[in-house]
């Protein structure tokens, strides 16, 4: 597996990702937790969301990047995060790792990627949220697991 800074030719492959990482969360747990009605309110068009917002993760220009990870000339996973140099704060704004690739350090090795990258731009501290349902226990676990602390609310701040 490598790691390389996002290329516009990945976009594609990242949107199909993404919708295919939380697709099951969107279909399968937040529409069963809320009902049909506030699914659609809230996510009706949560693919097209995606489609819509991943496309601007990358933004050097506003302190916004991508990394993604490939195997064999397949991209299986990719973090994006943002920094905010005044206040010295890094997110996590999404990591996303291909179902057949998940338990083998792909997400493990992007976020020590990002949060490298982070310390570089003199970021302190790193926030990554998650949800707090069954869905996102592993995401929770594996937060845990870099030495991120779980406030109340499910998001991971961790001192850099």
């Given at each position: 597996m490598e790691l390389r800074p996002f290329e516009q030719g990945d976009l594609e492959e990242i949107v199909q990702l993404t919708i295919d990482t939380f697709g099951p969360f969107y279909e399968g747990s937040f529409r069963g937790l809320v009902g049909d009605r506030i699914f659609v309110h809230q996510h009706g068009d949560w693919a097209g969301d995606y489609r819509?917002?991943?496309p601007g993760l990358h933004a050097p220009r506003d302190n916004k990047f991508v990394v993604v990870?490939?195997?064999?000339?397949?991209?299986?996973?990719?973090?994006?995060?943002?920094?905010e140099p005044v206040?010295?704060?890094?997110s996590v704004e999404l990591l996303a790792v291909l179902g057949d690739s998940r338990r083998e350090h792909v997400g493990r090795s992007l976020c020590e990627a990002a949060f490298a990258e982070m310390r570089a731009a003199g970021v302190e501290v790193v926030e990554i949220g998650t949800g707090g349902d069954e869905f996102h226990a592993p995401a929770r676990a594996f937060y845990e697991s870099l030495g991120l602390i779980k406030v109340p609310v499910a998001v991971y701040f961790g001192v850099l």
């Open positions: 819509r917002t991943v990870a490939e195997d064999s000339g397949r991209i299986v996973g990719y973090v994006a995060w943002a920094v206040t010295k704060h890094g």
